[in-house]
């Protein structure tokens, strides 16, 4: 347990670093209501506070010997996980976000066992609620791309 948290003060005092650094940064202009510090703040505050979380309550590590190593198929999933994600980058601007996020949502259920029918909803709803909160919410301009025509 002690080194589990040696590990997670390790990355904890990174985390406050960049928060710090980046609460004092000030863009030039204004390109959106929030301004390009929000949402790395956030992520690096959400970071800190699960750590500290961790710190406090740290999960018991046991030695299951009935656990085996990854082996080819975990590496084979991690290396599709990466994949999409480049794959995901790629296609954010031409498709535009919600069908690229419902396809990488989609692959990414289907790859760790999801069933058709409800992968499909759940990305469907994930990538559209996301687009609600970020274009329409927090006015952080996201790319539609196909479905540039619905737009209202």
Do not use: N
């Amino acid at each position: 347990m002690m080194l589990q948290r040696l590990f997670l003060a390790a990355w904890l005092v990174p985390a406050l670093a960049m928060i710090y650094i980046g609460s004092a940064y000030q863009a030039p202009f204004a390109y959106e209501p929030v301004g390009p510090r929000a949402f790395p703040l956030l992520m690096l505050g959400l970071l800190a506070t699960g750590l500290v979380y961790l710190l406090i309550h740290p999960t018991p590590l046991a030695d299951d010997p009935d656990e085996l190593p990854p082996g080819v198929e975990g590496y084979r999933k991690v290396g599709l996980g990466i994949a999409l994600l480049l794959g995901f980058a790629l296609a954010f601007e031409p498709l535009g976000f919600i069908p690229a996020s419902t396809l990488a949502g989609l692959c990414f259920a289907r790859l760790y066992g999801g069933r058709w029918l409800p992968s499909l909803g759940l990305a469907v709803a994930l990538a559209s609620g996301l687009y609600l909160l970020f274009d329409r919410l927090l006015d952080v301009p996201l790319p539609l791309g196909l479905l540039a025509g619905l737009e209202i």
